[in-house]
Protein backbone atom coordinates (compact mmCIF):
# COMPACT_ATOMS: atom_id res chain seq x y z
CA UNK A 1 0.00 0.00 0.00
CA UNK A 2 1.59 3.36 -0.94
CA UNK A 3 0.26 7.08 0.01
CA UNK A 4 -1.16 8.89 -3.10
CA UNK A 5 0.94 11.74 -2.03
CA UNK A 6 4.48 10.85 -1.46
CA UNK A 7 4.66 7.19 -2.76
CA UNK A 8 5.48 6.44 0.40
CA UNK A 9 4.62 2.71 2.16
CA UNK A 10 1.76 2.80 4.09
CA UNK A 11 2.72 0.61 7.63
CA UNK A 12 0.42 -0.71 9.77
CA UNK A 13 -2.78 -0.83 7.67
CA UNK A 14 -5.56 -2.93 8.24
CA UNK A 15 -6.12 -5.24 4.97
CA UNK A 16 -9.87 -7.50 5.76
CA UNK A 17 -11.40 -9.66 3.63
CA UNK A 18 -15.22 -7.54 3.55
CA UNK A 19 -18.14 -9.45 5.90
CA UNK A 20 -15.86 -11.30 7.52
CA UNK A 21 -13.33 -10.88 10.61
CA UNK A 22 -10.00 -12.31 8.89
CA UNK A 23 -7.77 -9.54 8.10
CA UNK A 24 -3.85 -8.94 8.02
CA UNK A 25 -1.53 -5.64 8.85
CA UNK A 26 0.58 -4.30 6.16
CA UNK A 27 4.31 -4.36 6.89
CA UNK A 28 7.10 -1.64 7.16
CA UNK A 29 7.33 -1.97 3.70
CA UNK A 30 3.19 -1.66 3.04
CA UNK A 31 2.93 -5.09 2.03
CA UNK A 32 1.27 -8.17 2.91
CA UNK A 33 0.07 -11.65 2.20
CA UNK A 34 -2.76 -12.95 3.10
CA UNK A 35 -4.83 -16.57 3.06
CA UNK A 36 -7.67 -16.51 1.45
CA UNK A 37 -7.99 -20.50 0.87
CA UNK A 38 -11.50 -21.85 2.11
CA UNK A 39 -13.06 -18.56 1.15
CA UNK A 40 -15.90 -17.96 -1.34
CA UNK A 41 -14.46 -16.40 -4.64
CA UNK A 42 -14.96 -13.37 -5.80
CA UNK A 43 -14.67 -11.63 -2.35
CA UNK A 44 -13.64 -8.02 -1.54
CA UNK A 45 -10.73 -6.66 0.35
CA UNK A 46 -10.76 -3.41 2.51
CA UNK A 47 -7.59 -1.51 3.04
CA UNK A 48 -7.76 0.59 6.02
CA UNK A 49 -5.66 3.32 8.01
CA UNK A 50 -6.21 6.03 10.12
CA UNK A 51 -5.70 9.22 8.22
CA UNK A 52 -6.71 7.70 4.60
CA UNK A 53 -9.50 7.12 2.85
CA UNK A 54 -11.04 3.22 2.73
CA UNK A 55 -10.45 1.36 -0.41
CA UNK A 56 -11.99 -1.60 -1.83
CA UNK A 57 -10.53 -4.57 -4.18
CA UNK A 58 -12.70 -7.26 -5.86
CA UNK A 59 -10.66 -10.29 -5.91
CA UNK A 60 -11.68 -12.99 -8.53
CA UNK A 61 -8.78 -16.00 -8.41
CA UNK A 62 -7.24 -16.67 -5.12
CA UNK A 63 -3.64 -17.10 -6.98
CA UNK A 64 -3.84 -13.40 -8.81
CA UNK A 65 -1.68 -10.73 -6.79
CA UNK A 66 -3.24 -7.31 -6.28
CA UNK A 67 -1.70 -4.28 -7.63
CA UNK A 68 -0.25 -1.76 -5.47
CA UNK A 69 -3.18 -0.27 -3.58
CA UNK A 70 -2.86 3.64 -3.57
CA UNK A 71 -4.53 5.60 -0.61
CA UNK A 72 -5.64 8.88 -0.46
CA UNK A 73 -5.27 10.76 2.34
CA UNK A 74 -8.18 11.72 4.19
CA UNK A 75 -7.21 15.02 6.72
CA UNK A 76 -10.79 15.48 7.93
CA UNK A 77 -10.48 12.03 9.78
CA UNK A 78 -7.98 13.79 11.65
CA UNK A 79 -9.62 16.01 14.24
CA UNK A 80 -7.27 15.73 17.15
CA UNK A 81 -3.82 14.63 17.68
CA UNK A 82 -2.55 13.30 20.70
CA UNK A 83 1.48 13.38 21.74
CA UNK A 84 2.20 11.26 24.83
CA UNK A 85 5.74 11.30 26.22
CA UNK A 86 7.31 8.37 28.03
CA UNK A 87 10.22 7.58 26.28
CA UNK A 88 9.48 3.57 27.07
CA UNK A 89 10.20 4.25 30.38
CA UNK A 90 8.11 1.32 32.14
CA UNK A 91 7.76 1.88 36.19
CA UNK A 92 5.58 0.01 38.78
CA UNK A 93 2.12 0.79 39.26
CA UNK A 94 2.98 2.66 42.83
CA UNK A 95 6.51 4.66 41.55
CA UNK A 96 5.86 8.52 42.22
CA UNK A 97 7.21 8.86 38.53
CA UNK A 98 4.37 6.13 36.64
CA UNK A 99 2.44 8.82 35.08
CA UNK A 100 3.54 10.73 32.24
CA UNK A 101 2.52 13.92 30.23
CA UNK A 102 0.16 13.85 27.22
CA UNK A 103 -0.03 17.32 25.12
CA UNK A 104 -3.61 17.52 23.27
CA UNK A 105 -3.54 19.54 19.77
CA UNK A 106 -6.75 20.43 17.98
CA UNK A 107 -6.98 20.71 14.51
CA UNK A 108 -8.48 23.91 13.64
CA UNK A 109 -5.21 25.29 15.75
CA UNK A 110 -3.01 23.80 12.93
CA UNK A 111 -1.15 25.75 10.24
CA UNK A 112 -1.51 24.49 6.69
CA UNK A 113 2.14 24.92 4.88
Not at 92 to 103: A, D, G
Request: with cysteine; charged share 20%.
Amino acid sequence: MLDSATLAPVPGAAVIVKGTTRGISTDAEGRYTMNIEGLPIPLTLTFASIGYHSEERLVRDAGVAIPDVVMRPDLAQLNDIVVVGGCGIVRPWWHPLRWYSTLRIKTRNLISR
